[in-house]
């Protein structure tokens, strides 16, 4: 399709089109904003003739303005990029600071902006690294990068909330998607690993929010259907487990390889079967007959409220028994002791900083347990 | 790093514009590349030494700095 477009115009006319559909969003807001259209759709038009103009000049800019940039051209570009994505991180950083110091509701947006920003990233260094290294001649030798520890922590916060337990997912996530530490061989299925730790929150938060929080969403008539989703929400994180045995288990001399699979099946199934029991308790939100939903003959909203409560207890104890403290467990045997013994490159700092995500991720889990609220 | 681009492209009375041409690259790039800005990539030093008859390492001097 490109190829059919002669290269400067391909820029002028990227402008133009999503300058228009833009445009054309304002318009369909209906009212005044026409006006607002309209002179959206002049400036992109005359954005999109200084672009074909620019294209046609000899410097840099307009090697990159007409599509016909060299390598040094498209170094100079990637290096604006980075240089304007650090500018918007640092921007939106300040601004879920600023928003948080001053309690606004206007702060999310700025979260999703480092999250999404930080999935970019996790992808890029998932892609290229994987794509451009391949494997090594010393395949077992562990590989990884502290700095790779602290994004992921720092997206893990932003995506599940400034909690102990989301700092120490990161940490888990490393250790159980490579007991043996990063090594090359493994290095591939990392990003999916992951990315299964980063992704899983996000239905869940939309998802189970309004059932675990709402108490008029617990008393109303649509409850069945947002608790089958949340629930399968929730049970949709549980293939993540089983890719960890998939990287866990393949090569790797260092480890002792039953070992490993005894560690994580174990901790995994127990881990599922109190899942399980959660989800139930979500479920079991269709447990009240007919005639004591909301609107009909005999409603009564208060019990019935406190019967969803009395599930949401159940599922909240079950998920801090399984998720909370099962991956824990797991990464200490699995994670800390093997990567221990396969003799990382920074074999204090790694196993050390692994060893201190369960360690945080099972205090957390207990003190969540007994904390009284 | 330095290199013998310059002094190469002068000896056959070539102009940047030219040289780039015939490199596939732009005239800015050959103007950094000259002036040891810009350390090209593999692919495009060799295509630099082949265009001038001479191999990578007579092209290109690892040991001595750019501009001496």
């Known amino acids: ?373 | 790093m330095r290199n013998r681009v310059r002094e190469q492209r002068t000896q056959r009375e070539m102009s940047q514009a030219e040289l780039a041409a015939a490199l596939g690259v732009s005239r800015q790039t050959v103007i950094s590349i000259e002036g040891g800005r810009y350390l090209p990539s593999l692919p495009l030093a060799f295509t630099i030494a082949r265009f001038f008859g001479l191999t990578v390492d007579k092209m290109f001097d690892p040991d001595e700095e750019a501009g001496t």
């Open chain 1, 1 to 373: 399709m490109m190829a059919l477009i002669r290269p400067r115009l391909r820029k002028p006319l990227g402008i133009a089109l999503a300058g228009t559909v833009f445009a054309a969003a304002w318009a369909l807001r209906g009212g005044d904003a026409w006006q607002l259209s309209v002179a959206m759709e002049v400036t992109v038009l005359v954005s999109a003739i200084t672009t074909y103009v620019r294209a046609g000049e000899d410097n840099d800019d307009g090697a990159l303005a007409g599509s016909r940039a060299d390598e040094r051209q498209k170094m100079l570009s990637l290096r604006s990029r980075a240089l304007g994505w650090n500018f918007a991180m640092v921007a939106a950083f300040i601004g879920v600071t600023i928003g948080v110091a001053v309690k606004a509701t206007w702060w999310w947006p700025f979260l999703v902006i480092l999250a999404v920003a930080g999935f970019g990233q996790l992808l890029g260094w998932s892609t290229y690294t994987t794509a451009e290294e391949g494997p090594a001649d010393d395949a077992d030798r562990p590989r990884c990068g502290l700095g790779q520890l602290v994004i992921l922590t720092a997206v893990s916060a932003a995506v599940q909330g400034p909690t102990p337990r989301a700092w120490a997912r990161p940490l888990l996530a490393i250790n159980e998607g490579n007991p043996r530490g990063l090594s090359q061989t493994h290095h591939a299925r990392r990003g999916p690993v992951l990315s299964d730790h980063l992704r899983c929150p996000i239905p869940a938060v939309f998802l189970l929010a309004p059932v675990l929080n709402n108490a008029a969403h617990i008393a109303s008539t649509s409850r069945h259907r947002h608790a089958c989703c949340a629930a399968v929400s929730s049970t949709g994180q549980r293939p993540g487990l089983h890719r960890y045995l998939a990287v866990a288990v393949p090569g790797g001399p260092a480890a002792n390889e039953p070992v490993a699979l005894g560690f994580s099946f174990t901790p995994g199934c127990s881990k599922l079967a109190i899942i399980v029991i959660g989800v139930v308790s979500l479920l079991g939100r269709r447990d009240p007959a007919p005639e004591t939903c909301s609107g009909a003959p005999g409603t009564d909203t208060a019990s019935l409220v406190t019967r969803g409560q009395q599930s949401n207890a159940v599922r909240d104890w079950t998920f801090l028994l399984g998720p909370g403290r099962v991956p824990g467990i797991n990464a200490l045997l699995l994670g800390f002791y093997l990567m221990y013994r396969s003799g990382p490159r920074r074999r204090a700092a790694i196993p050390g900083a692994g060893g201190s995500g369960p360690a945080t991720l099972i205090a957390s889990a207990v003190a969540a347990l007994f904390r009284g609220d």
